[in-house]
Nanobody, 119 residues
């Protein structure tokens, strides 16, 4: 079993900041990468940021320069620092885990945490 402990999101005004965290635990042999996806009402889920075990990062164009993803490999935890938040960042944010077990590679998502940005 896998468990992803996501931090609470929150509500902020435009221009504010929030930090999300997600800690992975369970039957994990190794982690290939972790990241965040989000889904706004009426929209498709999209990748926000991803970081590999080697530290390579990838961001959605809409968040580049504003969001920073980082990872604590020892704690199997990923962080998302969100600055200069905009109303269109409002969404449910889901932690994503790309991991290996003795049976193969799998993906797992958290239950999601709400981030609301008001204008």
């Amino acid at each position: 079993q896998i468990h992803l402990a996501e931090s609470e999101g929150g509500s902020v005004q435009a221009g504010g900041s929030l930090r999300l965290s997600c800690a992975a635990s369970g039957r994990i042999l190794s982690i290939n990468g972790m990241g965040w996806e989000r889904q706004a009402p009426g929209k498709q889920r999209e990748m926000v940021a991803h970081i590999t075990s080697g530290g390579e990062t990838k961001y959605a164009d809409s968040v580049k320069g504003r969001f920073t993803i980082s990872r604590d490999n020892a704690e199997n935890t990923v962080y998302l620092q969100m600055n200069s938040l905009r109303p269109d960042d409002t969404a449910v944010y889901y932690c994503h885990l790309d991991y290996n077990t003795v049976w193969g590679a799998f993906d797992y998502w958290g239950q999601g945490t709400q981030v609301t940005v008001s204008s």
